[in-house]
């Protein structure tokens, strides 16, 4: 923004100068001044007021973030501009008041003005201080005397002000105890210590301690930056630190999945057995976290919750029944991926493992009313999740009408889920109940509990379907690995186009070990085609890592 020239403006007019007053705000939230001074009155000698006016002119420049306007109005301006300018970038002030007193003359005629200093520095608190300057008369002019004392009275040649942390700002931690290497969550921490994204901003008070100066002013020498005397105390307790549920093994295994995609992607895997969250990996790794927070379609993924809805109202996996290359509701054709179809004779398991779309929409009576619903609740959809960070918790609203409950039977219409929300989906059906995911125990007050729960024989089924997708369905890319996978894919239509853009979804868990997972490609294609590979490349960097 332009500046004000506050110098020409207090030499308009006749007479001494009485008062100044200046106010500089500068764009971005740098160096802020007010500053005002004022005479006795008429009788004051004019030199002395003279004299306090040229400081209060130094004083300006230096607290608008001028350092070499100030130092123009001193006997020495390149050593006063490099000086202010060195304190002020360590020190970063957010707001500066600098205002002169009243000047003294002595027998040679230079003019001892003295004045306070506060500065407003967020690690700190206001800092004040009293210093002076001497100001002369030099070919008609007055001219501040500079050298470092003219900054604080305590620096000495080749010194400046400087902020120490004495605060240490606390880590965030994986389940292990060590720093956390999660780069969707790790977060970040700008210049003045507080924390501004991922979980460092949310628990940016925890981890920098308790209320007070994080941070001393010191003396310190220019070359080594060396600190040589502390002029303020710390008051604040150090940080305590934030330890999550992040297994490091599976973090690093979910971040290798998704290096080289050219697609935005998510990967997340938690313990069927507790919740915990064991893995969290985005692309790209900042802003919105898709994994946690993200609001999709589902796609097939949510057959898991319309298959246990049918199993609930009586329906087998050894049922015989249709799978169609189409199916009409009021107007609206449904056909399955590639318009496939199954041949006479195929079973619900069958349906299921292939992810026919026609069956399902041609059973909806079986889920009408609020059973999807009511059986999403199961799966813990529709409470609020108490995780310790953001999460989307997923929505499966009660169907409105014919072709709203057929989309929704498939994944579509206004059912919404993150990949957070999938993957405790496939968590349900290896442990049996939902188990409310959490990433750091510490904060959590409350876990949801789901308002229903799954029968056991629902649950069996389930598993036996989730089975039957890897070893003779969509979920052929998962076939040759060990440790038992389950699995369900997704293939979910967004955006209205024609022919329609897809998110590519995968969900599963291993029959051996205490994990269940999702993956999500964002416009992606099909889920068995391009989710599986990552879902397989996950597993298989994983490794023999132990999730037990």
């Known amino acids: 923004m332009a500046r004000h020239d506050h110098r020409n403006s207090r030499r308009r007019g006749k007479g001494p100068v009485l008062g100044v007053a200046a106010a500089v705000v500068l764009a971005g939230g740098?160096?802020?001044?007010?500053?005002?001074?004022?005479?006795?009155?008429?009788?004051?000698?004019?030199?002395?007021?003279?004299?306090?006016?040229?400081?209060?002119?130094?004083?300006?420049?230096?607290?608008?973030?001028?350092?070499?306007?100030?130092?123009?109005?001193?006997?020495?301006?390149?050593?006063?501009?490099?000086?202010?300018?060195?304190?002020?970038?360590?020190?970063?002030?957010?707001?500066?008041?600098?205002?002169?007193?009243?000047?003294?003359?002595?027998?040679?005629?230079?003019?001892?003005?003295?004045?306070?200093?506060?500065?407003?520095?967020?690690?700190?608190?206001?800092?004040?201080?009293?210093?002076?300057?001497?100001?002369v008369r030099k070919a008609d002019a007055w001219t501040v005397v500079f050298d470092s004392p003219t900054i604080h009275p305590r620096l000495k040649s080749g010194q400046t002000l400087a902020l120490k942390a004495v605060a240490e700002r606390a880590a965030v931690l994986d389940t292990n105890g060590d720093d956390l290497q999660a780069a969707s969550l790790r977060g970040s921490v700008d210049e003045q210590g507080k924390g501004t994204f991922g979980l460092?901003?949310?628990?940016?008070?925890?981890?920098?301690?308790?209320?007070?100066?994080?941070?001393?002013?010191?003396?310190?020498?220019?070359?080594?930056?060396?600190?040589?005397?502390?002029?303020?105390?710390?008051?604040?307790?150090?940080?305590?630190?934030?330890?999550?549920?992040?297994?490091?093994?599976?973090?690093?295994?979910?971040?290798?999945?998704?290096?080289?995609?050219?697609?935005n992607a998510a990967l997340v895997a938690v313990a069927p057995s507790t919740g915990e969250i064991l893995a969290v990996s985005n692309r790209p790794a900042g802003g919105l976290n898709r994994a946690l927070a993200g609001k999709y379609p589902p796609g097939s993924t949510f057959k898991v919750v319309t298959a246990a809805a049918m199993l609930k109202?009586?329906?087998?996996?050894?049922?015989?029944?249709?799978?169609?290359?189409?199916?009409?509701?009021?107007?609206?054709?449904?056909?399955?991926?590639?318009?496939?179809?199954?041949?006479?004779?195929?079973?619900?398991?069958?349906?299921?493992?292939?992810?026919?779309?026609?069956?399902?929409?041609?059973?909806?009576?079986?889920?009408?009313?609020?059973?999807?619903h009511d059986t999403a609740e199961a799966f813990g959809i529709g409470g609020v999740w108490d995780v310790g960070y953001t999460t989307y918790d997923g929505s499966v609203p009660v169907s409105t009408s014919d072709n709203d409950l057929a989309a929704s039977t498939i994944g579509q219409a206004r059912v919404q889920a993150s990949p957070l929300v999938m993957a405790s989906i496939a968590a349900t059906v290896k442990e049996g109940t939902f188990k409310q995911p959490v990433l750091v125990p510490e904060s959590v007050r409350k876990k949801h509990e789901a308002t229903a729960r799954l029968d056991p024989a629902v649950v069996g089924p389930l598993r036996e379907m989730m089975r039957a997708t890897v070893t003779y369905g969509a979920g052929h890319a998962l076939t040759a690995l060990p440790g038992e996978p389950h699995a369900k894919t997704g293939t979910a239509e967004f955006g209205g186009e024609k022919p329609p853009r897809t998110h590519a979804w995968m969900i599963g868990y291993q029959g051996d070990s205490d994990l269940a997972w999702c993956v999500l490609l964002e416009d992606g294609g099909s889920g068995g085609a391009d989710a599986g590979p990552v879902a397989a490349k996950f597993l298989k960097s994983l490794g023999g890592a132990d999730t037990d």
Request: hydrophobic fraction near 35%; charge should be negative.
């Open 30 to 135: 740098g160096w802020w001044g007010y500053q005002a001074w004022s005479g006795d009155g008429p009788d004051e000698d004019p030199e002395i007021v003279a004299a306090t006016a040229q400081l209060q002119r130094f004083l300006d420049d230096w607290a608008a973030g001028e350092p070499a306007d100030a130092g123009a109005l001193s006997d020495s301006p390149e050593n006063a501009e490099s000086l202010l300018t060195s304190v002020m970038t360590n020190l970063r002030p957010t707001k500066t008041v600098l205002a002169a007193g009243d000047g003294k003359k002595n027998d040679k005629g230079e003019v001892t003005v003295p004045y306070t200093a506060k500065l407003s520095i967020p690690a700190v608190g206001v800092f004040r201080y009293d210093s002076e300057a001497r100001v």
């Open 200 to 263: 460092e901003a949310r628990y940016d008070k925890q981890l920098r301690g308790g209320a007070g100066a994080t941070s001393e002013i010191v003396v310190a020498d220019r070359q080594s930056g060396q600190a040589q005397a502390s002029l303020t105390k710390s008051t604040a307790k150090p940080g305590k630190p934030v330890r999550t549920t992040i297994d490091p093994k599976v973090q690093t295994a979910a971040a290798e999945a998704l290096d080289g995609l050219k697609v």
């Open 313 to 372: 109202a009586g329906m087998k996996p050894t049922d015989v029944v249709g799978c169609p290359k189409f199916t009409h509701v009021d107007g609206q054709r449904f056909e399955n991926q590639k318009q496939f179809t199954l041949p006479a004779g195929s079973t619900f398991r069958d349906s299921f493992a292939k992810s026919c779309n026609t069956m399902f929409v041609g059973n909806r009576a079986e889920v009408g009313g609020s059973a999807l």
